[in-house]
């Protein structure tokens, strides 16, 4: 059973310190949501995690299947069975959806044979159709170019169909609710349902409670200013819900000027 333990985690982005202390330890089969309000660090969390260079770690430690995460580079990382579904998905111009799975896919078989020829054709087509009718989503996505034009529920929903086709172990979904109407968030949450199960654990990054409704976490953990300040169950977004961050700003900053 894989798991992910980040501890005492301090990281700094152009010489300011934005993660101050951060622990967490999530294992396949659980669902944890980070909630938070904007500036905290989820979205520095979520990059750190995943490698961007941007992000210098100055303390703590980061495990995933008891492997020192942080010297591995993003593509090992990924090999390793962690994902990032973006909080905003860039476009790739010219590369197909299609394409763009079949080469990540076959980049990671190559490294596990070097003698791979990569997937056949014909059963990556098989394997791309049964990824996107689990998903609910229409056979011409796959000759859309990646992202190009998408609206925010297609771009959340080509972020989800790479996490099922990569079939990660532990997987983080920076705000994939984010800028989407009701009906793309049912259908987004829909897909992250239908991939939950024990192989899968999620660390699902949000503002707000709403997509809460749909995927329920079995952790909800509060962010604040770079570090968990309150963790608790599905029922502490439900407090977020009724009286917003001003309880956590009040709470943490009281301290703060007391301490
Ligand atoms: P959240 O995702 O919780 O809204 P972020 O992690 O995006 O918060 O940002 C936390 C803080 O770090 C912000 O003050 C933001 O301006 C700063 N920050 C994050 N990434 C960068 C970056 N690449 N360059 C400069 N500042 C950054
Ligand atoms: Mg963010």
């Known amino acids: 059973m894989a798991d992910l333990v980040i501890t005492n985690l301090h990281v700094s982005v152009e ?3 934005i993660l101050k202390g951060f622990n967490l330890a999530i294992k396949q089969g659980e669902v944890h949501a980070i909630m938070g309000p904007n500036g905290t660090g989820k979205s520095t969390l979520a990059y750190t995690l995943m490698g961007h260079p941007a992000y210098e770690i100055t303390k ?14 993003p593509d090992e990382r990924s090999r390793l069975g ?14 197909t959806v299609a394409n763009f799975l079949r080469v990540a896919l076959n980049a990671r078989r190559k490294q ?5 020829k990569g997937f056949p054709i014909p059963a990556f087509r098989k394997l791309l ?3 996107m009718a689990l998903l609910k989503m229409d056979n011409s996505f796959a000759g859309r170019y990646l992202n190009e034009g998408f609206s925010g529920g297609e771009k959340k929903r080509a972020e989800i169909l790479q996490m099922a086709t990569l079939e990660p172990r532990i997987a983080i979904l920076d705000e994939t609710d984010s800028g989407l109407d009701i009906d793309a968030l049912r259908i987004v949450s829909e897909g992250v349902n239908t991939l939950r199960g024990p192989e899968l654990g999620i660390l699902l990054i949000t503002h707000y409670q709403r ?8 952790f909800v953990h509060v962010m604040y200013n770079g570090q968990i300040v309150e963790s608790g169950g599905a029922e502490l977004a439900l407090k977020l819900e009724e009286e917003g961050y001003d309880w956590v700003r009040d709470r943490f900053d009281e301290k703060a000027v007391l301490s």
């Open 129 to 131: 159709k049964e990824k």
């Open 112 to 116: 596990q044979n070097p003698d791979d």
């Open 60 to 73: 703590g430690s980061v495990t995933f299947d008891g492997k020192n995460l942080l010297e591995l580079e």
């Open 82 to 95: 962690l994902f990032l579904a973006f909080q905003y998905p860039i476009a790739i111009p010219g590369v």
């Open 15 to 17: 010489g300011n310190e």
């Open 211 to 218: 997509i809460l409704n749909y995927i329920r976490p079995d």
